[in-house]
């Protein structure tokens, strides 16, 4: 910023309108800074400001006017396939009759529903939960549907007081879906279906979704495992109960928290001294080696099946049957 002319802390803090500045006593020199970031037309930003697009359209908002779609699946934390980037396209919708943001880098909608449910996240209006899981029927796969889903539905063991959880229930989800009418009704019917509480990260819902594409039985998702004596060891992600197999996935602690991650190898030592046979994957088993991660699941639940000579799973299920489960998929990879 030229230095004899520094901008005030509240328009250093976070993104602005020409407008505002100028109100500040600003004029056309400033706005034209080369050093001020223009994430959208009439807005500008110090680079520490800009957080992301959304941050960067926030000066744009009219009344009646609220983030929605993938905008809003980001200020609710859904965990998207692609990492946010600032030049992220941003989805807002606005009341009807009021004409849809048509300025570059945003995507505008219209919805004629006077009483559109619209809640603030971290202080802007977005759609609520179920709203926004709705809207994302028609740009998301089924799986992705799925992790959204599982996300809204979350409610944890420990709730966080500020961000209280679940989002939406799964019942609640149920009704709004099933009094939805808009793009991918469908798609989002299908995947209801197979949303599940109690999934803590995209990657425990995916890791559960190649169990059912194998078409093995369906774990229980996060319950908590107790040893001979009824004392707690702590939650597994994924237990197939019947078969003493515990699947879990094994995130980045390793490197982003050993405190945490020093405390999971304990857990597992102790699920393993209980009599669990644990399983544990990396997102490359999930994503790049799916066939070879269900196919050690599968062996496991046969090793666990004594005497069994189809390991129990019934027929069309087992070893065998997941090497050829990619011949019949359970999930359309709808787009």
Not at 133 to 142: D, F, K, N
Request: charged share 25%.
């Amino acid at each position: 910023m030229p230095r004899h002319n520094p901008l005030t802390p509240q328009l250093q803090a976070a993104p602005f309108s020409v407008p505002e500045a100028r109100r500040a006593g600003f004029g056309r020199a400033t706005m034209r800074n080369r050093e001020l970031l223009r994430p959208f037309y009439g807005v500008r930003a110090t680079p520490s400001a800009l957080s992301s697009s959304i941050a960067g359209f926030v000066p744009r908002l009219r009344p009646h006017e609220w983030f929605s779609h993938e905008s809003a699946a980001r200020l609710w934390g859904v965990p998207l396939r692609h990492r946010p980037r600032l030049d992220d396209p941003v989805h807002v919708t606005i009341a009807a009759p009021g004409a849809a943001s048509r300025t570059r880098g945003a995507q505008g909608h219209q919805n004629a529903d006077a009483h559109a449910p619209v809640v603030r996240r971290f202080g802007v209006p977005c759609s609520d939960a179920a709203s926004t899981w709705l809207s994302l029927a028609g740009i998301l796969s089924v799986r992705e549907l799925v992790v959204a889903g599982d996300h809204f539905v979350l409610d944890p063991e420990v709730n966080d007081r500020k961000d209280p959880r679940p989002y939406v229930t799964l019942d609640e989800l149920r009704a709004r879906t099933a009094a939805f009418h808009g793009p991918g009704k469908r798609r989002a019917s299908e995947a209801l279906e197979l949303v599940r509480v109690g999934a803590e990260s995209r990657f425990e819902t995916l890791l559960r979704l190649l169990v059912r594409d194998a078409r093995l039985p369906e774990p229980e998702v996060n319950p908590v495992i107790v040893d001979a004596r009824g004392a707690r060891i702590g939650r597994a992600d994924l237990v197939f109960r019947s078969s003493r197999v515990i699947v879990e996935y094994d995130g980045d602690q390793h490197r982003t928290d050993k405190r945490q991650y020093r405390k999971d190898v304990t857990r597992w030592q102790r699920f393993s001294r209980a009599g669990w046979d644990v399983l544990r994957f990396h997102d490359d088993h999930v994503v790049r080696f799916p066939a070879v991660t269900q196919r050690e699941i599968a062996d496991a639940l046969a090793r666990d099946r004594v005497g069994a000579p189809d390991a129990g799973l019934g027929p069309g299920h087992g070893p065998a049957a997941v090497a050829t489960a990619g011949a019949a998929p359970a999930l359309r990879r709808s787009t």
